[in-house]
């Protein structure tokens, strides 16, 4: 399998031709791009303390109670006959074959 590295990982001449080209082109502005930097880590964060703060209050948050009838079990409503309309009562049900015991 080939991976996507085409040369190998970076070694310490190479670090260095990176660090002096980014010297080169950032010059004068490289205490205003680490301010930014600085800030925009600061920034997210603020962000994940605010999602998990969220995350924490969901959780403990109690969930609403589900509605029960006289005995205590939830059920749906029956219909006016009395039946639970979930099951069906159809004229020509579909006959399973008996499973052969083991």
């Known amino acids: 399998m080939q991976t996507l590295a085409l040369f190998g990982p ?6 260095l031709a990176l ?7 950032f010059g004068r502005r490289l205490p205003e791009v ?3 930097l600085g800030r925009s880590i600061v920034e997210f964060r603020k962000g994940l303390q605010g999602v998990e703060s969220e995350i924490d209050d969901a959780v403990k948050r109690p969930s609403p109670a589900p ?3 006289e ?5 749906p409503p029956l219909t006016s006959a009395g039946e639970d309309p979930r099951v069906s009562r159809s004229a020509n049900p579909v006959e399973s074959e008996p499973h052969p015991a083991p």
Request: charged share 25%; hydrophobic share 45%.
């Open 10 to 15: 970076i070694g310490t001449w190479e670090a």
């Open 19 to 25: 660090l002096a080209l980014g010297l080169l082109i």
């Open 34 to 36: 680490g301010r930014g």
């Open 67 to 69: 509605k029960r009838d």
């Open 71 to 75: 005995v205590g079990a939830t059920r």
